[in-house]
């Protein structure tokens, strides 16, 4: 039953991540979306405040300290970045924004070091976690010059963050990895929790994972893995 739900979690989160990158590109996470952002003018650290129209992107200039429009912003914006630039205003420009990050991971692969009789592996385990953490994304505005001479606008995003996991997974628990101390071979619910970076390139999210696991049942004592660490490749889906 613990291994037909977590198999059940594990299975929507793939789905989303293959079939809905489409919507996740649309949300702010992923395109550069009203709001306020950081920038460096002049070499000096300036907050921002970012406006979509239908072919224009204009930036403008907030108070230090305050997110609001000093007065000479509404009169001209700081910058403005047309669709239809011309080479000769086609510097890149990068902005980013810095927030807090709920993401649903599941890691579908372990690096186990060695311990006992056992020698270092990987292991696949159904699990998932949830990521809290600390997120900069960052977005690269650039135009790029075509053979025939169109200038088309390109927004590259970006975003790393760190942070700490929890979660619930299951592990194969049989005579080997206990030692012989058990006689019988069943799925086991285990408690994962541990420190993780996660990146994102556009649509795509995945991420390194430090952690440990830990037995859930009166076998613990037995199970060669208990609160040892492990290094996982992780990949989730935003929920923020």
Not at 100 to 126: A, E, G, V, Y
Not at 220 to 237: E, M, S, T
Request: with cysteine.
């Amino acid at each position: 039953m613990i291994r037909h739900v977590i198999i059940l979690i594990q299975i929507v989160c793939s789905v989303f991540c293959l079939t809905g990158c489409s919507s996740l590109k649309d949300s702010p996470k992923f395109k550069f979306d009203d709001g306020v952002y950081l920038t460096k003018t002049e070499g000096k650290k300036q907050h921002v405040f970012v406006e979509n129209t239908n072919d224009t992107i204009s930036i403008y200039a907030l108070r230090k300290g305050w997110h609001k429009l000093s007065p000479e912003a509404n009169l001209k914006p700081l910058k403005s970045y047309s669709i239809n630039n011309s080479v000769k205003s086609a510097d890149a420009h990068t902005y980013w924004q810095n927030s807090f990050d709920i993401d649903f991971l599941t890691i579908p692969i372990k690096f186990r070091p060695s311990t006992q009789s056992f020698p270092r592996q990987f292991s696949n385990h159904i699990n998932g976690v949830i990521y809290l953490g600390y997120r900069n994304d960052t977005y690269r505005l650039s135009y790029n010059k075509n053979p025939v001479g169109s200038i088309s606008q390109k927004i590259t995003h970006y975003g790393i963050s760190a942070g700490f996991i929890t979660g619930i997974g299951a592990t194969t628990m049989n005579p080997w990895v206990t030692n012989n101390q058990i006689s019988i071979e069943y799925d086991g619910l285990i408690w994962s929790k541990g420190i993780a970076i996660v990146m994102g390139l556009d649509k795509f999210t995945f991420g390194l994972v430090g952690a440990v696991d830990h037995l859930l049942d009166g076998n613990r004592n037995f199970w060669i893995y208990q609160g040892k660490p492990y290094i996982g490749l992780a990949v989730g889906l935003n929920l923020n």
